[in-house]
């Protein structure tokens, strides 16, 4: 079992800046792939940014540039550094894991930003 906790969410204006971290506990493999989706009211959740554990990135066509995915393996922590955020950026924000097969959820952080 895998337990991931995130943390760093809050609000904010517009324009503004948040940093997002998940820490993972458990039985964590070296392989695998960490990502941050967002779920805002009515809508489907929504893959935000993924890292494998080799430092491959993915992002969004909507937060490229603005936001960055980062991870340290040995502290089985991610990151997501949010800069310049618009009122459409704001949703509960969910860290996930991949091992194999399986994946693990965070309960998630709400990020409201402002206009």
């Known amino acids: 079992q895998v337990q991931l906790v995130e943390s760093g969410g809050g609000l904010v204006q517009a324009g503004g800046s948040l940093r997002l971290s998940c820490a993972a506990s458990?039985?964590?493999?070296?392989?695998?792939?960490m990502s941050w989706y967002r779920q805002a009211p009515g809508k489907q959740r929504e893959l935000v940014a993924g890292?494998?554990?080799?430092?491959?990135?993915t992002y969004s066509d909507s937060v490229k540039v603005r936001f960055t995915i980062s991870r340290d393996n040995a502290k089985n922590t991610v990151w997501l550094q949010m800069n310049s955020l618009k009122p459409e950026d704001t949703a509960v924000y969910y860290c996930?894991?991949?091992?194999?097969?399986?994946?693990?959820w965070g309960q998630g952080t709400q990020v409201t930003v402002s206009s």
């Open positions: 458990g039985s964590i493999f070296s392989i695998n792939v």
């Open positions: 890292i494998s554990s080799g430092g491959s990135t």
């Open positions: 996930k894991i991949r091992q194999l097969s399986d994946e693990y």
